[in-house]
């Protein structure tokens, strides 16, 4: 059983930058590959970035690319995501997401944080 905590959400003006934690209380994180999703009002749940075992390994989604970056700390057992040059369409809950699958099968992701609200301003 992995228990996944988001945090670092909030407001922030266009152009700016957001660093999202998640924290897993998690034997062998190392073990688990992650990922993070957002869902806007209205719309379907994206997978924004994943990372593998081997934290070489990552993808992004087209919408995010050279913007933001996704990272782990395995002797934290944490997960981050750093987000620049943030747009409004960026605007969305963001999810945190563990899986003892492959990173990138986005189906497969088996345990789920509780979400962090973040909100791009004009």
């Known amino acids: 059983q992995v228990q996944l905590g988001e945090s670092g959400g909030g407001l922030v003006q266009a152009g700016g930058s957001l660093r999202l934690s998640c924290a897993a209380s998690a034997r062998a994180f190392s073990s688990y590959a992650m990922g993070w999703f957002r869902q806007a009002p209205g719309k379907e749940r994206e997978f924004v970035a994943g990372?593998?075992?081997?934290?070489?390994?990552?993808y992004y989604a087209d919408s995010v690319k050279g913007r933001f970056t996704i990272s782990r700390d395995n002797a934290k057992n944490t997960v981050y995501l750093q987000m620049n040059s943030l747009k409004r369409e960026d605007t969305a809950v963001y999810y945190c997401?563990?899986?003892?699958?492959?990173?990138?099968?986005?189906?497969?992701?088996?345990?789920w944080g509780q979400g962090t609200q973040v909100t791009v301003s004009s």
């Open positions: 997401a563990a899986t003892s699958k492959f990173y990138l099968d986005r189906a497969r992701y088996e345990y």
């Open positions: 990372i593998g075992r081997n934290p070489s390994n990552t």
